[in-house]
């Protein structure tokens, strides 16, 4: 299997990556400024192939660079993971519509180009997931930009499934909750409090857990699956908000 895996340089993408090449995949990795070369000798160094590649995903032509290229690496490309993002902070009543844009842009466009792009390329039995979040069909303050770029990533998707279904490409989501990082219990200790008492399974969840997902979502056992939302966030969508 060749993976492209787009946002390659944040935490996330890099999970992905990584569960990728440790089930046996050649994985093209993504960054527009990043430096994920380290990424990539660590992949090499663990027997997996890599390559990094950089596109301004922003850029239409660029996403379609970043697939091409990407498919001409191994000469193939049988799943693409559009995995860049943003997640600022911004309440809906200060927002400026450019506000709006940059992360619709980023988080959906580029997904839809990339998407586009992948169509062409795949082979029958291809996958496209798109990282989404719980935040799609549950908002929270201040990502009214962010939640509506991740809902309607899932809507894309099934969309995407229905029409290139017939060619037997496959598209999908995956949904995280709260993905632990560096220094989240010290710069934001009461929502990690709060949200491992009341996950079921107790914890924040890690970047390996959405590459988990994204793997078996690229494999042949999912291949009866498409237009579908795979939630990842530990049960906390289980629990009552009332």
């Not at 999970?15 to 380290?38: L, M, P």
């Not at 940059?102 to 795949?122: G, I, M, P, R, Y």
């Not at 060619?167 to 995956?174: A, F, H, K, S």
Request: hydrophobic share 45%; with cysteine.
């Amino acid at each position: 299997m060749v993976a492209l895996v787009t946002g390659a340089g944040g935490l996330v993408g890099r999970g992905i990556a990584t569960r990728f090449a440790q089930a046996g995949a050649a994985v093209a990795v993504h960054s527009r400024h990043t430096d994920v070369t380290d990424l990539v000798a660590a992949i090499t160094a663990g027997g997996g192939r890599a390559i990094a590649l950089r596109a301004d995903l922003s850029d239409e032509d660029e996403c379609h660079r970043l697939v091409e290229d990407a498919a001409e690496w191994t000469g193939r490309l049988d799943a693409v993971v559009n995995n860049a993002g943003v997640q600022p902070v911004q309440g809906l009543a200060g927002m400026t519509a450019a506000q709006w844009r940059e992360v619709v842009d980023v988080n959906l466009t580029s997904a839809f180009s990339c998407t586009q792009a992948a169509a062409d390329v795949l082979p029958a039995g291809g996958s496209v997931t798109h990282i989404a979040s719980i935040e799609g069909t549950h908002p929270a303050a201040g990502h009214a930009h962010y939640s509506a770029s991740k809902a309607a990533l899932i809507m894309h998707a099934r969309s995407a499934a229905l029409e290139y279904g017939p060619r037997g490409l496959r598209v999908n989501t995956v949904s995280p909750g709260l993905v632990d990082r560096p220094g989240l219990a010290d710069d934001w200790p009461e929502g990690v409090a709060r949200w491992t008492a009341a996950a079921p399974l107790g914890r924040l969840g890690r970047p390996e857990d959405v590459g988990d997902a994204c793997v078996f979502l690229a494999s042949p056992m999912a291949s009866w699956i498409t237009g579908n939302d795979l939630v990842v966030d530990g049960g906390i969508s289980a629990r009552p908000t009332w």
